[in-house]
């Protein structure tokens, strides 16, 4: 199953690279699929890993599996730590396309 690499959420590009890209890449990469905003403020976001960002949620979170909640958890602990500027952590706008 393909997805379009030029989906938007509230006219942003979603991602950079395509879904082969992202998974064939070397270096921890996210592929978001889509983001939906929920009633309660919330947001959700349907996402998929590629085999070096799995390595690296289990080095630093010390499991030998992984996991749909566990990485999930991860992500919105990098994402909070990206916008606080935390731990070596930012968060940069994409280059236009």
Not at 42 to 59: E, G, H, Q, R, V
Not at 66 to 80: D, I, P, Q, R
Request: glycine content about 4%; some cysteine.
């Amino acid at each position: 199953m393909t997805m379009k690499a030029n989906k938007k959420y509230k006219q942003v590009l979603l991602n950079d690279s395509t879904l082969e890209q992202v998974m064939a890449s070397d270096f921890p990469r996210i592929y978001i699929y889509d983001m939906v905003d929920n009633p309660d403020e919330t947001c959700s976001i349907t996402f998929d890993t590629n085999k070096a960002f799995d390595d690296l949620y289990k080095k630093e979170k010390n499991r030998k599996r992984v996991s749909k909640k566990g990485l999930g958890e991860f992500f919105v602990e990098m994402l909070e730590k990206g916008i606080a500027k935390e731990d070596g952590y930012d968060i940069k706008k994409l280059k236009d396309a």
